[in-house]
C-alpha cells in the first residue's frame, strides 16, 4: 500500500531529492481520494513541500527531501 511506497522512497531518495505526486480529482471507486493520498503521503514522508497546483480535475505536489 501507500506505507510500503512511502518508506521505498524515504530509503532511495538522495538529501534535496524531489518527489512529485500527482493525482486525479474526480469521482472513483478507489479506497481512497486523491487528496486523502496526498495527505497521507505527505504526514508519512515528512518533507517540505515546495509546491501544490490544483486543478479542477487534478492535484500535483512537490516535496523535497
Known amino acids: ?18 518527489v512529485v505526486s500527482v493525482h486525479y480529482l474526480g469521482e ?4 481512497l481520494t486523491g487528496r ?9 514522508l515528512g518533507y517540505t513541500t515546495l509546491a501544490l497546483h490544483e486543478e479542477p480535475r487534478f492535484s500535483a505536489l512537490v516535496f523535497q527531501r
Open 1 to 18: 500500500g501507500l506505507g510500503v511506497v512511502a518508506r521505498h522512497i524515504d530509503r532511495t531518495l538522495s538529501a534535496g531529492g524531489h
Open 28 to 31: 472513483t471507486d478507489y479506497p
Open 36 to 44: 486523502q493520498v496526498h495527505d497521507k503521503l505527505a504526514a508519512q
